[in-house]
């Protein structure tokens, strides 16, 4: 699918891009795209690769005028693109607004104009049942993606929802290492508190599969473990922190939900099993078995201490330090 092909990823300067770039060098495309803001991440990443194949683009995609420059002659579309903090959303919502809905309204423009073949949109488990103004701007951006994928046109498009990455720029486990590091303590914000986690290359498999979709439309969600927050800290701590390490609660912040949800109760009727390690969303009727599930639930079926240690050494997390 990818081979000769020309590729361009929106925010692809991110730990998710990086990851992505890497994989699809692998599948032989003619050239790959990496459209962001950041003059010094691009040119990290531009020295990390050194390979020709590589075009690096300075633009915004709240701007379109450049990144429809950017869609000529692309065939695959990944947007990754996004204000992604939720504090730093609430903080400055219309500047989420801007990044994450008219940013994905140029994205789907500029694609459309173009005729770019397919889009795969990056969402997250925020987006469903949203409270925080991050979930809500991004849900929005998945309204918006829907939409264009009834239009009558060459262009396809899908959405992934993600869980927590481990590793990721932002993810709560090198800022609990951090923590740990610097003061020997950990804080936590509720004990009860659930999340989602996958790996980089599980994460970036989502997108493949998204991509090798035929069909327009539907959100893809993979089947990911989840753990109390309290537990991957205590986990976290028997691998990198001593007797002597803590663990504080500082209480639920402003937008966050003490579960997360990554397929919803109205949902769940149009919610279809997609192979053994994923769900699709989809409000067409497919040739494929509907889940049985009202809901799902990061307070769903949580992993053990051992299950999270496993998890954080895929995720490259090593013992002590």
């Known amino acids: 699918m990818f081979k000769n092909k020309i590729i361009l990823v929106t925010g692809g300067t991110g730990s998710w891009g990086n990851?992505?770039?890497k994989q699809l060098l692998e599948k032989n495309p003619k050239e790959i795209r990496i459209y962001s803001r950041g003059e010094f991440a691009q040119v990290t990443m531009e020295r990390r690769f050194n390979d020709k194949r590589l075009k690096f683009i300075i633009g915004d995609v709240r701007q379109f005028g450049p990144l429809h420059d950017a869609c000529k002659g692309v065939s695959i579309l990944f947007h990754l693109a996004a204000l992604k903090h939720i504090p730093i959303c609430e903080k400055y919502p219309y500047e989420a607004i801007k990044t994450n809905i008219e940013g994905t309204e140029n994205v789907i423009?500029?694609?459309m104009y173009n005729g770019v073949q397919k889009v795969i949109d990056v969402s997250t488990d925020?987006?469903?049942s949203p409270i925080n103004f991050y979930g809500l701007t991004k849900s929005i951006g998945e309204k918006l993606i829907a939409h264009a994928s009834t239009i009558n046109s060459m262009t396809k498009f899908s959405i992934v929802r993600g869980g927590n990455v481990l590793g990721s720029n932002g993810s709560v486990v090198p800022h609990f290492i951090d923590q740990i590091n610097r003061f020997n303590k950990i804080t936590v914000t509720n004990e009860e508190m659930t999340r989602y986690f996958l790996t980089l290359?599980?994460?970036?498999?989502?997108?493949?599969i998204a991509a090798n979709f035929d069909d327009?439309?539907?959100?893809?969600v993979m089947k990911m473990p989840s753990c109390k927050i309290i537990e991957l800290?205590?986990?976290?701590?028997?691998m990198k922190g001593n007797k002597d390490t803590k663990i504080e609660f500082m209480g639920i912040r402003q937008g966050e939900k003490l579960h997360e949800v990554l397929v919803s109760n109205y949902e769940s009727p149009n919610t279809y099993e997609y192979g053994k390690d994923y769900y699709l969303i989809h409000n067409n009727e497919l040739e494929l078995p509907k889940v049985k599930f009202e809901e799902y639930s990061s307070n769903d079926l949580l992993m053990d201490q051992k299950?999270?240690?496993?998890?954080?050494e895929r995720g490259g997390v090593s013992g002590q330090a």
């Open 19 to 21: 990851e992505l770039v």
């Open 109 to 111: 423009k500029a694609a």
């Open 126 to 128: 925020k987006a469903c």
């Open 201 to 208: 290359p599980e994460a970036i498999s989502l997108l493949f």
């Open 216 to 220: 327009s439309g539907g959100i893809f």
């Open 233 to 238: 800290a205590k986990a976290i701590i028997a």
């Open 307 to 312: 299950q999270i240690k496993q998890l954080l």
